[in-house]
């Protein structure tokens, strides 16, 4: 364990580490930009648009220079999976108390495993196979559990952990710790509240939008229906078919915008 501590140390002080890492939540914060869009287009009736990191990817790969930013996307992504993996085993060193750093460590380890799939799922686009939606991936591992035995007590836990999740992500955006990690003394003072402000609006959001993921789950768990699962796509889905859920599908887009702009900030201040 030291040896791969040392190793991960000596990579995280490399220039090529730090260049990855700025790149990579550059992408992280246009992946959720083109979801943003993708929201509003479904809030204005557009049925077939898959507001959910599969379906950015593939709606970028429709624009006349999708492959050129693929090609960003899925160095920039991979990329950031790694930085992030080496923040989760040698990082926040900033952070006092063991739990709160603990925690710390598994949400750039969920970042990291995130951003990875993400990465992969661009290099697959550009080799010209079809990325899936995520709420069929969800609904075919939900079918599956629900088909061992007391597989709804496998869903509802599944439920719970990632309202948990939901819970902690929003309450980052709330308490505002995501501010301890960054390092904001070179930017002005009016550029600092604005990354409070994007900060906390965008994690909000980023907790709404997994609690909505969660509550699928519970979903399934009591109907023991799959179909009731899924991924963000059909949550977003299910709220456009409500005059209110419209409204709140623009003040979702408007937080994954917030949280994009987030990014592009993290990308240039975050602690290493």
Do not use: N
């Not at 049925?47 to 379906?55: C, H, I, V």
């Not at 990291?112 to 993400?118: E, I, K, N, Q, Y």
Request: overall charge positive.
């Amino acid at each position: 364990m030291a040896d791969v501590t040392r190793q991960a140390r000596r990579a995280e002080r490399s220039t090529a580490v730090r260049v990855l890492g700025a790149l990579g939540w550059t992408c992280y914060g246009f992946i959720h930009l083109i979801i943003a869009w993708l929201a509003v287009e479904v809030s204005l009736g557009e049925p077939r648009k898959q507001p959910a990191p599969q379906g950015a990817i593939a709606e970028i790969a429709r624009q006349p220079v999708g492959s050129a930013v693929l090609v960003t996307l899925a160095v920039g992504l991979v990329g950031f999976a790694a930085s992030q993996a080496i923040m989760a085993v040698i990082g926040f060193r900033w952070v006092t108390g063991r739990p709160t750093r603990a925690t710390r460590k598994l949400g750039a380890l969920g970042r990291a495993v995130f951003s990875l799939g993400l990465g992969v799922l661009a290099a697959k686009q550009l080799t010209g196979q079809r990325v899936g939606s995520s709420s069929a991936g969800q609904q075919h591992l939900t079918a599956d559990l629900l088909r061992l035995p007391a597989g709804w007590v496998i869903v509802a836990l599944v439920s719970a952990v990632v309202l948990v999740i939901a819970v902690a992500t929003a309450r980052r955006g709330v308490i505002r710790s995501f501010l301890e990690d960054l390092d904001v003394r070179c930017l002005s003072e009016r550029a600092r509240r604005w990354v409070e402000r994007t900060g906390i609006v965008g994690w909000v959001a980023k907790g709404i939008a997994y609690a909505s993921i969660g509550l699928l789950f519970a979903a399934a768990a009591i109907s023991s229906d799959p179909h009731k699962s899924g991924g963000l796509d059909q949550a977003l889905h299910l709220l456009a078919g409500y005059l209110v859920g419209r409204i709140a599908l623009w003040l979702i887009a408007a937080g994954f915008v917030a949280f994009a702009v987030f990014c592009f900030a993290a990308a240039r201040t975050h602690r290493r």
